[in-house]
């Protein structure tokens, strides 16, 4: 009798929402961001999931779209927690029109686990700005590195495991002789040099604090979880004085003159949506606002102009400053986008000052715009750089490849140690900056291509000459990992002999080194590397994260006596 009024509910669900021309959809977080909407359909197929659309933008969620409320069910119970790529994927109700339907049918059985679950998750969100910004501040800084390291271990542990697992009948030779639990030594962790007040780059939300007054700082949650509040970053260590300065400017403005309101996340309206602060090692600041263009061309004209009567009048009188700094640029973005983010390559309009600020790391001299990405703490970028030059064994016989390279600050430090540095970058501007920076430091040995590092590296690995003998290929991917076909490149040319790995996100790591070491097979050509060594190197204190950098070496290479 229970099961036949489960299926009476279930189908006259299904009937009430295909009535209405609505149907469940579910949205999915934690994707691999480079994973195309056809790659993840695939997904979707192999674990038998029954969908009718899927929305993937180019960003890490996507919404899926169903037929019935029970494949919606069947796909948040397999999907919730399934791990892809190094993430574990979540499920939730999405904020938009996509849930109408589902709004009428919360009181249903099916549906009260689930709910249960995300509330559980609402309630462990921070509860203020410290928390969400620097949640280990309050511990003393020994211990956040002694905290650190036991996650390491973890990690390291964990590459073991992922191997094993996967390399059942043939496990690599190197992991046969393991002595311990973790795939390699762990070396002692590198400090940051600065330990307070360490970043460059701060982007502040624009919203209203817990007063419902306008208020520049960040959010104190996770918008998923439907937190709006926001509140000021004064408090947070890892905060610097000139960002908070700045901030507090804008703060003040927009409640001396309430006409236009800040960008409300649930209704999409408001004109007010972000503030970011960037310095360099002479403390010269950049400033962008961002805004909707929901105004006239009038009203958008006196707010730019308003802007920078402000910041230049209250930047300039020194006798304000606690610490000295000078404001060199003040730009303007227009993004009327539903995500947070903007997209990386949005242009911004420059209001007043220079374009760019020239950062330095290690003598080296990088220009910088408002949205390059750089490290956030250039003190501790210098020991990563350092480090990771350490442990790569450099000779004037080295050819240096910089794979994900970015703004080439990795090769370009390196370049006046090896023969030569070849970089590759998927996003041009980053190619066209990490030129620039290779004339401005007039380093000859050093050129850099663009495309993805996939299609590009074969090209370039058959153009090197056969003399080439000492090539070392270093990669510094985004949070998501390497992309399968640029492991699978590089795990198949020999010639690469020793590999760095940087990883800002330890689970991709774990995943991309289970392609890199694994055992050889049909689907794994090339001599698999093994870990050699790995080190932490703290560039985020008061925050759980770090960098990781870890030393693969062919297995023939490695003394696995």
């Not at 691999?32 to 993937?56: P, Q």
């Not at 090209?459 to 090539?471: I, P």
């Amino acid at each position: 009798q229970s099961q036949s009024q489960s299926q009476s509910q279930s189908q006259s669900q299904s009937q009430s929402i295909n009535s209405n021309n609505e149907k469940p959809v579910v949205y999915v977080s934690n994707i691999f961001a480079k994973l195309d909407k056809r790659d993840f359909e695939k997904v979707l197929k192999n674990l038998g999931i029954n969908f009718t659309k899927v929305k993937k933008p180019p960003t890490n969620f996507a919404y899926i779209t169903f037929d019935t409320l029970e494949d919606k069910q069947i796909a948040i119970a397999k999907l919730n927690g399934y791990e892809l790529k190094g993430s574990k994927l979540e499920c939730a109700e999405p904020q938009s029109k996509f849930n109408t339907a589902e709004k009428r049918l919360n009181s249903s059985v099916n549906n009260n686990n689930y709910n249960n679950d995300h509330q559980n998750k609402k309630s462990k969100q921070p509860q203020s700005v410290e928390d969400a910004a620097c949640p280990w501040q309050n511990l003393d800084y020994e211990t956040q590195l002694k905290k650190k390291k036991r996650d390491v271990c973890k990690i390291l542990n964990k590459v073991v495991k992922e191997i094993k697992k996967r390399n059942f009948h043939s496990r690599p030779e190197w992991i046969k002789r393991l002595k311990y639990d973790m795939c390699c030594n762990l070396e002692q962790v590198k400090p940051s040099p600065q330990i307070d007040g360490y970043r460059n780059k701060t982007s502040f939300t624009i919203g209203y604090d817990e007063q419902k007054k306008p208020c520049v700082g960040f959010l104190k949650g996770r918008t998923e979880f439907g937190v709006t509040e926001v509140g000021i970053s004064d408090k947070c260590k890892n905060i610097p004085y000139t960002a908070n300065f700045c901030a507090n400017i804008l703060t003040t403005y927009l409640n001396n003159n309430m006409s236009l309101l800040p960008y409300d996340k649930k209704t999409h309206t408001g004109f007010w949506r972000q503030l970011i602060v960037r310095s360099n090692y002479l403390n010269e600041v950049m400033i962008m606002i961002q805004t909707t263009k929901q105004v006239i061309e009038q009203v958008l004209i006196t707010e730019k102009n308003n802007i920078v009567n402000i910041f230049t009048q209250a930047c300039s009188d020194e006798t304000k400053q606690t610490e000295k700094f000078k404001l060199v640029s003040i730009l303007w973005q227009i993004y009327d986008g539903v995500s947070n983010a903007a997209p990386f390559d949005l242009s911004a309009e420059l209001l007043w000052g220079e374009s760019t600020i020239i950062e330095k790391l290690l003598d080296i001299k990088f220009r910088i715009s408002i949205n390059s990405f750089f490290q956030v703490n250039t003190k501790a970028a210098e020991v990563l750089i350092s480090t990771i030059s350490e442990f790569a064994n450099l000779t004037n016989q080295t050819t240096l490849l910089d794979i994900c390279c970015g703004t080439g600050s990795i090769g370009l430090v390196m370049a006046n140690k090896v023969k030569q540095v070849i970089g590759i970058e998927l996003v041009p501007d980053a190619v066209i900056d990490a030129q620039f920076n290779a004339e401005l430091n007039s380093i000859t040995n050093a050129s850099f291509i663009t495309g993805k590092a996939e299609t590009e590296l074969p090209n370039v690995l058959a153009s090197l000459k056969t003399t080439e003998t000492d090539l070392l290929g270093i990669v510094d991917p985004p949070r998501g990992g390497l992309h399968k076909k640029t492991l699978l490149t590089i795990r198949a040319c020999e010639k690469i002999e020793r590999l760095v790995y940087v990883s800002c996100c330890q689970n991709s790591f774990v995943t991309d080194a289970a392609v890199l070491c694994g055992a050889r097979s049909k689907k794994l050509s090339g001599e698999p590397f093994a870990p050699v060594k790995a080190i932490i190197v703290d560039l985020f204190p008061h925050t759980p994260h770090y960098e990781l950098v870890v030393l693969l070496q062919r297995e023939s290479k490695v003394n696995l006596a």
